[in-house]
């Protein structure tokens, strides 16, 4: 699934709650809830969404890597990274719909 | 400070001009609209933040901490999310810029 058709997905869901929402709010939306998650881990701050998981930032200390061209070594600065952790919900049901299909 | 489900929708309240019960809707289905597509073994891929797969892993041997006893992990199918390049760089750049 991608962005458009999740967007696509979700003014479908809209349109069958008779919602007054039109395609292009839930475009709006998508695109204002994902700049608004990415700017939170940009400034270190983490995101919570109950049953569906959580965003924090892992720290990667600095170290010295190749250049795998030229073999000379680089220092590469430390960072952090966006790393996710499904929450109990979206586990459960990702799990359950493996053993399901296994029985089916 | 931690973003949440209450924040998203206070922010599509503010910029998108849905009100209160369509913006808490609007987040939850969003959520779930995800969730359905990973529940039905799809990859779910939003550019420029990030794609969340699915992994199968296989059943391996386990141990009970307490009693030492060995017990099967059973197979199961977890998320995995890789964080675009975009995302990545947006990460990496607040940091580099908060030392520098």
């Known amino acids: 699934m991608t962005k458009s058709e999740l967007i696509a997905r979700l003014a479908e869901r809209l349109a069958e709650r008779n919602s007054q929402l039109v395609n292009k709010d839930a475009e709006l939306a998508v695109k204002t809830i994902l700049d608004a998650m990415a700017s939170s881990l940009a400034k270190g701050q983490r995101i919570e969404i109950r049953g569906f998981g959580s965003f924090d930032l892992n720290y990667r200390p600095p170290r010295v890597g190749r250049n795998p061209k030229s073999g000379s070594s680089v220092s590469v600065p430390e960072k952090y990274v966006p790393h996710f952790k499904a929450g109990k919900e979206l586990r459960e049901r990702v799990d359950l719909s493996l053993s399901l299909r296994d029985e089916g | ?100």
């Open chain 2, 1 to 100: 400070m931690t973003l949440t489900k209450a924040e998203l929708a206070d922010l599509l309240f503010d910029k998108v001009g849905l009100n209160k019960r369509e913006a808490k809707d609007m987040v939850e289905t969003f959520f779930e609209e995800i969730r359905q597509a990973l529940e039905a073994g799809d990859t779910v891929k939003l550019s420029g933040f990030g794609n969340f797969q699915l992994r199968d892993k296989p059943q391996r041997p386990g141990r009970n901490p307490k009693t030492g006893e060995e017990i099967p992990i059973t197979a199961r199918r977890v998320v995995t999310f890789h964080a675009s390049q975009k995302l990545k760089g947006m990460v990496e750049q607040y940091h580099a810029n908060k030392q520098g």
